[in-house]
């Protein structure tokens, strides 16, 4: 399972829109990209997932470069009900199976 | 999408006792995960529970202090044995879903909030 690099924290103002890039390097040919937000007291919750290009929801856009030793998580005009731990994992779970979580990054969101 | 339960959602125990968290699924599934997650870490997987056969733990995880039953396909428990105050964390329940487009989504329960004094 390839290991993942983000930020540890983030600050951000209402209203703005927030990037969070996670950096994975060894990535393999099967592996996807997926986040998770984490808000306190309670369990994570799936965001996005994608293996390239560009993927995006009612939540969230992701990028993901050609190379996809990188990801960036798009969250458009935050407010402060985003503020949270996000998680970015890489893995080959299209078969199901364990998920390894990083430190994730944990964003502020100010009024 | 799945809905997890769990039970107790907070306990505050005394050390050297146990305590069993119940998790249970409103759809069958394969596998289940059980997770830690002491303050301010982030998730740390302590085992995979299948039916019918015996759980599968990581490194730095025993069945011993963790003891997992998964009796069928919609529920599990993991028991928390012999506590000690390093045990004081959050206890997380998973399943996962399987897109047809690919990759792996999983879900959470809300969390058991151990404290042991």
């Known amino acids: 399972l390839a290991k993942t690099t983000q930020p540890i924290s983030m600050d951000s103002y209402e209203g703005q829109e927030v990037n969070i890039t996670c950096s994975h390097n060894?990535?393999?040919?099967?592996?996807?990209i997926t986040w998770y937000q984490q808000f306190p007291s309670q369990g994570p919750r799936f965001i996005i997932q994608g293996y390239k290009t560009k993927v995006t929801n009612e939540v969230a856009s992701l990028f993901i470069p050609a190379d996809r030793k990188s990801s960036t998580l798009s969250l458009p005009r935050v407010s402060l009900s985003d503020t949270a731990v996000y998680y970015c994992l890489v893995g080959v779970y299209n078969q199901g199976g364990k998920l390894i979580f990083g430190q994730g990054t944990e964003l502020s969101v100010k009024p | 999408s799945a809905v997890i339960s769990q039970k107790p959602s907070r306990d505050i125990c005394q050390r050297g006792t146990s305590l069993t968290i119940q998790c249970q699924v409103d759809s069958q599934v394969t596998m289940m995960f059980w997770y830690r997650q002491q303050p301010g870490q982030s998730l740390t997987l302590i085992a995979t529970?299948?039916?019918?056969?015996?759980?599968?733990?990581e490194s730095g995880f025993v069945i011993d202090k963790f003891p997992i039953s998964r009796p069928n396909l919609t529920f599990s428990t993991l028991t928390v044995s012999n506590m000690s105050p390093e045990d004081s964390s959050i206890y997380l329940c998973s399943v996962e879903n399987l897109p047809a487009g690919g990759g792996t989504e999983a879900f959470f329960g809300q969390g058991t909030r151990l404290t042991v004094v």
């Open positions: 529970a299948n039916q019918g056969s015996e759980a599968t733990y």
């Open positions: 060894n990535i393999a040919t099967n592996d996807y």
